[in-house]
């Protein structure tokens, strides 16, 4: 099933999470079906006895990572109430990040919280997003979680929160992928990279190399998924643009990474401007 990134639903969810934070005392009920969390606070939600499948995704800053700690799990597992816990965003097909760009595998990055079981209650992101589901059958059934960001030094994987802006992102000499994806209509132009080997300009072959960035775009949330539209790698400023504007889908940069990779290699995104 393909991912419809241009839902009413989804940019729904993504214009309310830019809404002005509110205060540190900040509680609310979570709602079913579909729910963005982004606020640090507390969130609840108590059961009617439907049986309906209920996503919230939580999306933090560029460089923070989500933690949620359930304080109350007044549910059955046995009775058929389910909760989950996924490391990153999956909707429809694919997710974010991708399986090449997450440390973990899929099996991993999923955690099934049932009380009274030893396992964990407190959960925390690979990087700024993350989702829970959960299904509560019986009536009254209720969970209680406090929502934390976390600032982080080395971001790896980020997807962004806004459709416009300059971003810089670094990758840390370790042997993985990062990417950084924008779920909107853009236009993107690279102000300045260094990728690789030193080089006197930005070149479009990289097949030599094995450090470059790849812009791809597409209508999917898992960029696995998209097409490419160019390699870049070596050193330059002001490059011209490199992905062109696409009304239909979103973009993302990913960069495969390996121990050659000088200490801090970085390229530059700007501006990232949604189409009028």
Request: proline share 6%; with cysteine; aromatic share 8%.
């Amino acid at each position: 099933m393909r991912t419809d990134l241009n839902s009413p639903s989804l940019s729904g969810i993504l214009t309310a999470l830019r809404r002005s934070a509110e205060p540190d005392t900040y509680s609310r009920e979570l709602n079913c079906h579909i729910d963005m969390a982004g606020i640090p606070g507390e969130y609840y939600y108590t059961s009617q006895g439907h049986e309906d499948m209920c996503v919230i995704y939580f999306l933090a800053a560029e460089d923070e990572i989500v933690e949620i700690e359930f304080t109350e799990a007044n549910f059955d597992c046995e009775a058929g109430d389910h909760v989950q816990w996924f490391d990153g965003w999956t909707m429809g097909t694919g997710s974010f990040p991708s399986y090449e760009d997450h440390p973990l595998n899929l099996t991993e990055r999923v955690q099934t919280v049932c009380p009274g079981e030893g396992r964990p209650m407190t959960f925390r992101s690979n990087q700024n997003a993350a989702m829970m589901t959960f299904k509560l059958t019986s009536r009254g059934s209720s969970l209680k979680i406090v929502l934390e960001t976390k600032q982080i030094l080395e971001p790896c994987n980020v997807l962004a929160q806004d459709p416009s802006g300059m971003y810089t992102i670094r990758n840390y000499g370790a042997n993985r992928n990062c990417s950084f994806s924008v779920i909107y209509p853009i236009h993107v132009s690279v102000v300045e990279m260094a990728i690789g080997q030193e080089q006197n300009e930005a070149t479009l072959k990289c097949t030599e190399s094995e450090d470059y960035v790849e812009f791809l775009a597409g209508n999917y949330l898992d960029n696995s998924y998209m097409r490419q539209d160019a390699i870049l790698c070596g050193a330059a400023g002001h490059v011209n643009s490199v992905v062109s504007e696409d009304r239909r889908s979103g973009a993302a940069a990913t960069s495969p990474n390996t121990p050659h990779t000088p200490p801090s290699p970085m390229y530059s995104i700007c501006p990232l401007h949604a189409p009028t």
